[in-house]
């Protein structure tokens, strides 16, 4: 009769083999992808509110330089200035 063959088990490794197996170089891309994202986070938070005015004409408007106000308050600059699909009234 044929012996028996006992199959060998299976090990993992200890949670100190799997730490030595990570390189330290993989903290400067984390700690990058984490600092770019909070930053990302903060521009988006900072942003404010956009609105869009409607007006007859546009002249005058530079967009990304003329400053809107009111009561001498700035409240921001015109960013784009778009014109409608029928050419009558622009909205920045």
Not at 30 to 43: D, E, K, P, V
Not at 52 to 74: F, Q
């Amino acid at each position: 009769m044929p012996r028996a063959q006992t199959m060998p088990e299976a090990s993992l490794p200890s949670a100190s083999r799997v730490l030595h197996r990570i390189s330290l170089v993989w903290l400067v891309p984390i700690i990058a992808i984490i600092a770019t994202s909070w930053l990302g986070y903060r521009a988006l938070a900072e942003r404010g509110t956009m609105i869009e005015i409607a007006l007859l004409s546009a002249e005058g408007l530079e967009a990304g330089k003329t400053e809107m106000k009111h009561r001498d308050i700035e409240l921001g600059t015109v960013e784009a200035i778009t014109p409608s699909p029928d050419l009558s009234p622009v909205t920045y």
